[in-house]
């Protein structure tokens, strides 16, 4: 069974998503933080221009020794502004106003901020003030700084429920994002699970959008499928060895009880030590030849991978088998063309084996006067090895079994082999990442195997 599942807070692709979404909004912090600073910057910038402007406008009503106009310009100013957003002080040397709805005490010239309480307008209002001498007067503009700081506060209050509204919206989504790949890891989880308990049908189930997670639920799909056929070849090896072993192993325990008996009359028992011999020779080769395809297929022997021509080993192998088929009473030709690079990357001796174990098939399975072609070829990035003949060739429905390991067609039990040859051809194509083609020539079998090819080394 499986465990208890974790919970979403807990699960990975929730924190995942929980951190993104504490960037994303960190990130939205900054950037409105920052565009906060900007506008409340020119907000200040745009009221010291007003107030510099207001202030210049009633400045230049004063002319020299006349300061009527400038009084009246200002009372016009103040009676205006009815809710005192503007204030104006006009003040003479000891500080006595002389104009204006307040009197500027104690501030320096130039722009600077205070608090006043004035009838009608709210306790510690703050101002905005410009202070300057017109004339021997100090003439003060202030300009209210509620509304600038209303301003403020409203795009501050909107930034923090922004914020919060964003907060929930990632939160949301993030936990909605990793409840979905959640349920697909449970779902590779789930699948592993039946996997360990013997289910070895039991595959991820792809919703097809091509992600990372649907190539990594492939890859594992295919993985499956590798260790399920191999399963299922290690249990039909088992049952083949048990079936086709254990007639020899009943001809040996046999071949020896009828020794002992002899041996207890005092008979010659040389003739039985000969065929125990025999047989049990045919049983160590038997599985001589299942640990070598175990060993190739492990891939160790690619450590002595070189690159070759596939040529003159075909050459070779013609050569070793023509008198063999001969004296068989068949025939078997070779044809490598001449300069044709036919260079591949592999293993000179495992692929002397292959083409041995394959010629050796055709001689063993085909009848007197079976005409066997060996031959080689190169086409494109691909090197083409052909064994050819006009026996009897195999059922279409054979085709795939014969690479099984032990597994022999029924009209060839009563030859000699262990049902290992192709087999072993098999493995050691797999080896070399090549690819074995049967096809039907009526009559008789064509035996194709393509072999990557590489680039003819320099000289």
């Given at each position: 069974m499986s465990g208890p599942r974790p919970s979403l807070a807990r699960s990975t692709p929730f924190r995942l998503a929980l951190t993104f979404a504490f960037l994303f909004v960190l990130a939205f912090i900054l950037s409105g933080a920052i565009v906060y600073q900007l506008m409340s910057n020119d907000l200040a910038r745009r009221l010291d221009e007003s107030i510099k402007e207001t202030y210049s406008v009633v400045a230049v009503t004063y002319a020299k020794n006349d300061q009527e106009d400038l009084i009246a310009t200002i009372t016009d100013h103040v009676q205006l502004d009815t809710d005192k957003d503007q204030l104006f002080s006009l003040t003479d040397q000891n500080g006595n106003r002389l104009a204006g709805n307040f009197t500027a005490s104690d501030l320096p010239d130039g722009f600077s901020m205070f608090a006043v309480r004035l009838p009608g307008v709210p306790p510690d209002t703050m101002y905005r003030a410009y202070t300057g001498e017109v004339g021997d007067n100090n003439l003060t503009v202030a300009f209210s700084m509620s509304e600038t700081q209303e301003l403020e506060t409203i795009v501050l209050m909107s930034f923090g429920w922004g914020t919060l509204f964003i907060t929930g919206l990632a939160i949301a989504g993030g936990a909605l994002l990793a409840s979905r790949v959640q349920r697909r890891l449970d779902g590779i989880a789930s699948t592993m699970v039946d996997v360990s308990h013997g289910r070895l049908d039991a595959r991820i189930q792809l919703i097809g959008n091509g992600d990372d997670i649907d190539a990594v639920s492939g890859q594992v799909n295919a993985a499956l499928d590798r260790l399920s056929a191999l399963v299922d070849g290690m249990r039909e090896v088992s049952a083949?060895?048990?079936?086709?072993?254990?007639?020899?192993?009943?001809?040996?325990?046999?071949?020896?009880?009828?020794?002992?008996?002899?041996?207890?009359?005092?008979?010659?028992?040389?003739?039985?030590?000969?065929d125990a011999r025999t047989e049990s020779q045919q049983i160590n080769s038997t599985f001589d030849a299942l640990l070598r395809i175990a060993q190739i297929e492990a891939g160790a022997r690619k450590a002595r991978f070189v690159d070759l021509d596939v040529g003159p080993v075909v050459e070779t192998i013609g050569d070793v088998y023509a008198d063999v088929a001969e004296d068989d009473g068949k025939s078997l030709s070779t044809t490598v063309v001449p300069d044709t690079k036919c260079h591949i990357h592999g293993d000179r001796d495992l692929l002397m084996q292959m083409l041995a174990n394959l010629v050796e098939n055709a001689l063993r399975h085909c009848p007197p006067g079976t005409a066997i072609e060996l031959s080689v070829t190169r086409e494109g990035s691909h090197v083409l090895i052909h064994v050819r003949d006009n026996g009897p060739g195999i059922p279409a429905e054979e085709r795939e079994k014969v690479f099984r390991r032990l597994y022999r067609l029924d009209a060839s039990r009563t030859t000699p082999g262990s049902g290992l040859g192709l087999s072993l051809v098999k493995a050691v194509a797999d080896l070399h990442g090549a690819a074995i083609t049967l096809e039907d020539r009526n009559p008789g079998l064509g035996v194709t195997v393509s072999l990557p090819a590489v680039r003819a080394p320099v000289a």
């Open positions: 083949n060895i048990a079936h086709d072993l254990k007639t020899p192993l009943n001809r040996l325990q046999m071949i020896l009880e009828s020794a002992a008996d002899k041996t207890v009359s005092g008979e010659d028992v040389s003739a039985e030590l000969t």
